[in-house]
Each structure stands twice: as structure tokens, then as C-alpha cells.
């Protein structure tokens, strides 16, 4: 199980934090990462690490701005800065044996950005 949390309404220009805990087993060797889906449109990746942890992997739209890090093997974070209101949709969190990884998911989060 993941429980993705952290989302929330924030204005253009600022920052947001999203937090994934993953139970139930270990996700050591796994990628873990985040996805979003903003409405009418498809559920993309937008940043991914590996099991021990590096520099990840991000979508070119969000390269730069967020961060995605992991401080164990069943916690992983991303660190939005810089948001603007295209960034808007849910995220969900993610794990796999693979990039992207699609294997688990999360119940998803909020991020609304205003203009």
C-alpha cells in the first residue's frame, strides 16, 4: 500500500512538498516515483528514483523545478518549486521494478495551483 500525502492549493509561484509511505512490504529494490493526471488527460511520469536513490529521473516539464528524493527504502518525496497552474492534477504516487514504475499505486493527491 502507498499513502501518498501533501498536496493542497497553492499560488503560482510557490512550493509544495509530497510525501509517499509505502506498508505492507519492503520496496527496497523497487523505483518509486510519482505520476499525475491532470483532468481529461492522460496519467503521465513525472519523476522517478531508483532503490538507492540518485539523481533521478524527471519529465522534461518538470525538470529543474521538482525534486525527488528518498530517505529509506519505503519513503520517497517531491520537493515542487516553482509551480505554475499547468502543474495542476492529481499525483499519484508509484513503484515498479522498472522506469517508470507502474506496478503499485497510491490513492493520489491534489496540487491545484493558482494563477
Known amino acids: 500500500q502507498l499513502q501518498a500525502s501533501g498536496g493542497g492549493l497553492v499560488q503560482e509561484g510557490g512550493s509544495l512538498r509530497l510525501s509517499c509511505v509505502a506498508s505492507?512490504?519492503?520496496?527496497?529494490?523497487?523505483?518509486m516515483g510519482w505520476f499525475r493526471q491532470a483532468p481529461g488527460k492522460e496519467r503521465d511520469p513525472v519523476a522517478a528514483?531508483?532503490?538507492?536513490?540518485?539523481?533521478g529521473y524527471y519529465a522534461d516539464s518538470v525538470r529543474g523545478r521538482f525534486i525527488i528524493s528518498r530517505d529509506n527504502a519505503n519513503t520517497v518525496y517531491l520537493q515542487m518549486n516553482s509551480l505554475n497552474p499547468e502543474d495542476t492534477a492529481v499525483y499519484y504516487c508509484?513503484?515498479?521494478?522498472?522506469?517508470?514504475?507502474?506496478?503499485?499505486w497510491g490513492q493520489g493527491t491534489l496540487v491545484t495551483v493558482s494563477s
Open positions: 508509484a513503484a515498479g521494478l522498472s522506469y517508470p514504475p507502474r506496478h503499485y
Open positions: 505492507g512490504r519492503t520496496f527496497s529494490r523497487y523505483y
Open positions: 528514483i531508483g532503490w538507492s536513490g540518485g539523481s
